[in-house]
């Protein structure tokens, strides 16, 4: 079974540059996340999506930060603009819907560094 | 808030060495609790804890859940190299939300 694709894996940008990552689940989940690892610390959830639907974007800074799965399968999140702060680890994750949180598996994330 | 606090931040010990890893939570309701490790980049799952007092093992990883105390430990014996990574909690806030509050982890390391 082919697991969470991420890409790309690694991305430097400038400062106040856009910046794009994409996401395939695995086939058949229809909950997907968008989490933030930035160095040090632990994954932080930026968005949820239940098949095209967005169920949490709380903490999604939304001055900058947009995320789309408009086909309810693969997903988007974008920057505009990034700022150094933004430098961290962006994790896609997927899980069957109705299942829990627990049974999400992660991609192998894109580290995004902004200089 | 919900709020997930592991400790120590960091650790190092030596091959062989047994580890207690401390994972602390407050959570408006409380679900289940998670471990996982990460290597890399990408958490892998360990154990999910749901009731007081019954253990999870799997090989030399142990954890237990005390639900009254709000917290849950990992314990690892006889560290390998291999077992070096960073640990992570996590817990899911509620029911029906299917999302994971994790905590700042614990950077293990181990020397040979």
């Known amino acids: 079974e082919a697991g969470v694709a991420q890409s790309p894996r690694y991305k430097i940008i400038e400062k106040r540059q856009s910046v794009a990552f994409w996401c395939n689940p695995i086939?058949?989940?229809?909950?997907l996340y968008w989490y933030q690892q930035i160095l040090g610390q632990g994954p932080k959830l930026l968005i949820q999506?239940?098949?095209?639907?967005?169920?949490?974007d709380s903490q999604l800074p939304k001055d900058r930060f947009s995320a789309e799965r408009l086909k309810g399968v693969d997903s988007t999140l974008k920057i505009q603009p990034a700022k150094l702060e933004d430098s961290a680890v962006y994790l896609c994750?997927?899980?069957?819907?109705?299942?829990?949180?627990?049974?999400?598996?992660f991609g192998q994330g894109t580290r995004l560094t902004v200089v | 808030e919900d709020k997930v606090v592991q400790s120590p931040l960091s650790l190092v010990v030596h091959e062989g060495d047994t580890v207690t890893l401390n994972c602390s939570y407050e959570v408006t309701n409380f679900r289940s609790l998670l471990w996982y490790k990460q290597e890399k980049k990408a958490p892998t799952f360990l154990f999910m804890l749901?009731?007081?007092?019954i253990e999870k093992k799997s090989g030399r990883l142990s954890s237990i859940l005390d639900k009254k105390e709000l917290f849950s430990i990992l314990n690892i014996t006889a560290t390998q190299t291999g077992d070096s990574a960073v640990y992570l909690c996590a817990v899911e806030p509620e029911r029906g939300a299917q999302k994971l509050v994790f905590g700042q982890g614990t950077r293990l390391t181990i020397n040979p």
């Open positions: 994750a997927s899980s069957f819907l109705g299942h829990t949180g627990a049974e999400a598996f």
């Open positions: 999506f239940q098949n095209n639907g967005v169920v949490d």
């Open positions: 749901t009731s007081s007092g």
């Open positions: 086939s058949g989940h229809a909950t």
